[in-house]
T-cell receptor, first 112, second 113 residues
């Protein structure tokens, strides 16, 4: 079972920031938070991941709370092409190469 | 995707036939994975392989088989023993360090008629 909870859907206006929340209250100290997104009928696309510190790359920013029980993925200037299902995943850093447990994610719709 | 190819994108088969899905990667990744996705659901792991000539069952391996004869290739066979084979199949690969990211191919949509 997925160890994360996400809202099933969100809307965002084009050009505005999209803030996608994720709860992972049972996360342990060696578990990373990963974000992927999946556009309809395509393979999941890696976005970003982090352990404790906030992270930023060319696609998004990841804000992790100090207690690590929740995080927020931020798309700073959402475009129509960002419409997708976004998955938040926690992954054990000591488990070796293993499965990613995808929940149902958040369907983000970016509106013109 | 990018460096991971899956073919074909759409595949139709008659019930009772075995079918093999292709997955190739040129990323020099040691680990490869097969997932299955059903409509509106998350991904479920079928098989994974960390090294050539070795592989492990995932959560839903029944009715599937794999081989890993080459580092860059990890084909999946959906056998007639798989009761509900119609699904979207995704291949992924990664390096072997525990924090390495899994990258996915574009997927193959299998429909069994």
């Amino acid at each position: 079972d997925a160890k994360t909870t996400q809202p099933p859907s969100m809307d965002c206006a084009e050009g505005r920031a999209a803030n996608l929340p994720c709860n992972h209250s049972t996360i342990s100290g060696n578990e990373y938070v990963y974000w992927y997104r999946q556009i309809h009928s395509q393979g999941p696309q890696y976005i970003i991941h982090g352990l404790k510190n906030n992270e930023t790359n060319e696609m998004a920013s990841l804000i992790i709370t100090e207690d690590r029980k929740s995080s927020t993925l931020i798309l700073p200037h959402a475009t129509l092409r960002d419409t997708a299902v976004y998955y938040c995943i926690v992954r054990d850093s000591q488990g070796g190469s293993e499965k990613l447990v995808f929940g149902k994610g958040t369907k983000l719709t970016v509106n013109p | 995707d990018g460096g991971i190819t899956q073919s074909p994108k759409y595949l139709f088969r008659k019930e009772g036939q075995n079918v093999t899905l292709s997955c190739e990667q040129n990323l020099n990744h040691d680990a490869m994975y097969w997932y299955r996705q059903d409509p509106g659901q998350g991904l479920r792991l079928i098989y994974y392989s960390q090294i050539v000539n070795d592989f492990q069952k995932g959560d839903i391996a029944e009715g599937y088989s794999v081989s890993r004869e080459k580092k860059e290739s990890f084909p999946l066979t959906v056998t007639s023993a798989q009761k509900n084979p119609t699904a979207f199949y995704l291949c992924a690969s990664s390096r072997l360090r525990v924090t390495d990211t899994q990258y996915f191919g574009p997927g193959t949509r299998l429909t069994v008629l």
